[in-house]
């Protein structure tokens, strides 16, 4: 079973920043994409930033030049920072990874239980 577990979520004023962390445990062989999803109230569920084993990234184009993702393979840990924070930042963020809990196993996508984020202005 591998679980993922989000933190660093909370109210921050607008221009403050926040950092993310989501650490994923239990039997884990390799992890390769993780990201970071947000979802807005009456919103759809919406990709924020992902990277892969190799550190590529990619951004949504509202929060470019604004959130950093990263990830220490290592600590099984991705990060996102986020600063400028603006209140359409105002989402519960998700974060995701592709996992292989063996060599023989497939991929398989997990989700964490989401981190709100409060942004007011």
């Known amino acids: 079973q591998v679980q993922l577990v989000e933190s660093g979520g909370g109210l921050v004023q607008a221009g403050g920043s926040l950092r993310l962390s989501c650490v994923a445990a239990g039997s884990i062989f390799s992890i390769n994409d993780m990201g970071w999803y947000r979802q807005a109230p009456g919103k759809q569920r919406e990709l924020v930033a992902s990277i892969t084993s190799r550190g590529f990234t990619t951004y949504t184009d509202s929060v470019k030049d604004r959130f950093t993702i990263s990830r220490e393979n290592a600590k099984k840990t991705v990060y996102l920072q986020m600063n400028s924070l603006k209140p359409e930042d105002t989402a519960v963020y998700y974060c995701?990874?592709?996992?292989?809990?063996?060599?023989?196993?497939?991929?398989?996508?997990?989700w964490g239980q989401g981190t709100q984020v409060t942004v007011s202005s």
């Open positions: 995701n990874a592709d996992v292989r809990t063996s060599i023989i196993n497939r991929l398989t996508n997990y």
